[in-house]
């Protein structure tokens, strides 16, 4: 089949290739010409495990195209997926000047019929006001085309998106037009081969599963933070409540870890756009409320702990941080909870040495001019003469350090661990002094 994909960031990329992996020919659309001449030289502007390989290999067999050409993008593909970013405005409300756009455009140019999938984050009714926009431009153009929209959200994790793509836990269609629905499912069923997994819905209902998904999660997150805050208080340990309440299968082990708050394009900006949506229909999500506000106090957390040790003046102070992208293997720190960390630091006078696996050159543009903040050449590195070690990402190769040189690096042996990494006892057995988030 002959796909179309707007958009060549996370969603639309790993979209695209996959998409193209299976056998489809794919044309990725976007207006940034800079990024089309990147694709179209192999190279990948994200960091994604897995995603490059499978680009270049459906790049040589000649069924991933890259272009910026509207026009040739719109008429070449009889679905089109619209996989464009959806920032917060100023009103935390999802900005969808980038969707319409999209959808405006496929108005003006299409001449056959077209499934228009919206895979962007949209608040509810926007498959609606993109179905509103083509038809406005047809009616501009005179023309009769006949088209659907259909919405299918995302729930790929950045670091494990070719995966998620690859073998979703569910693929949500939003839709009421049959031939859309079975046409999506057979692009789909590649993908959900084995597994009754592919859910037809109307476009409101799976725009709301996407929120309420995310929305969700973040709740867990931030439910188990203050949990922690407490156990830290009553001398209780979060890790072995998180055990005790995972085993109940009402509750499950997943997304039930304690750590320095969440980050990342998703969580953030998605529970305030629900929060946004519930406002403008008058109805008061306080669950969700709160859950926000948690997350910008444990966001926080980890500097309060520093000044609780080192005193609020950290002047003259250094101290190194592993990681910096919002989570691990990414190198995305949208919203990341190293930001706020860095930021304070520095108004309380301290500098930071930051060491991350991948993350480091995004940190060099977004500090850019800041000479407090240095990048050390490996996690050791980052901790000589530094003040104290500050864990912000749970990267894989920060689980187990040798300890003993950990402490002889530092100028004080003290390890904020943001992430919960280890074992408290056995870190203070190398003479550490260990302050995790929630641990005995
Ligand atoms: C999320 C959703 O998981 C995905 O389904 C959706 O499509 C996009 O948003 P992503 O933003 O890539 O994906 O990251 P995710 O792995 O969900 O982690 C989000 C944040 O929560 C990270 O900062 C992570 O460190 C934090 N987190 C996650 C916790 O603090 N505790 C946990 O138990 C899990």
Known sequence: MNITVIGTGYVGLVTGTCLAEVGNDVLCLDVDTAKIAMLND????????????????????????????????????????????????????ADLQYVLAAARNIGRHMDSRTIVVNKSTVPVGTADAVDAVIREELARRGADVDFAVVSNPEFLKEGAAVEDFMRPDRVIIGADDPQAIACLRSIYSAFVRNHDRLMVMDTRSAELTKYASNAMLATRISFMNELANLAD?????????????????RIGFDFLYAGCGYGGSCFPKDVRALLRTAGDNGVRLGVLE???????????????????????????????????????????????????????????????????????????????????????????????????????????????????MVRELLRHPVIFDGRNLYDPESVRGYGLEYIGIGRR
């Open 42 to 93: 192999g190279r990948i502007p994200i960091y994604e495990p897995g995603l490059e390989q499978i680009a270049a290999r459906n790049v040589a067999a000649g069924r991933l195209r890259f272009t910026s050409d509207q026009r040739e993008a719109v008429r070449f593909g009889a679905v089109q997926f619209i996989a464009v970013g959806t920032p917060p405005g100023e009103d935390g409300s």
């Open 233 to 249: 208080k009553v001398g209780a340990d979060i890790e072995r409540v998180r055990v005790g309440i995972g085993s109940d299968p």
């Open 290 to 404: 709160a859950v926000d506000d948690a997350n910008e106090a444990q966001k926080r957390l980890l500097l309060d702990k520093i000044k609780a040790r080192f005193g609020n003046d950290l002047k003259g102070r250094r101290f190194a941080m592993w990681g910096l992208a919002f989570k691990a293997n990414t190198n995305d720190m949208r919203a990341a909870t190293s930001r706020v960390v860095i930021k304070g630091l520095f108004d309380a006078g301290a500098r930071v040495v930051g060491y991350d696996p991948v993350a480091m050159p995004e940190a060099r543009r977004l500090f850019r001019n800041d000479d407090r903040l240095s990048l050390a050449d490996s996690a050791m590195d980052a901790l000589r003469g530094a003040d104290a070690l500050v864990i912000v990402t749970e990267w894989k190769e920060f689980r187990s350090p040798n300890h003993a």
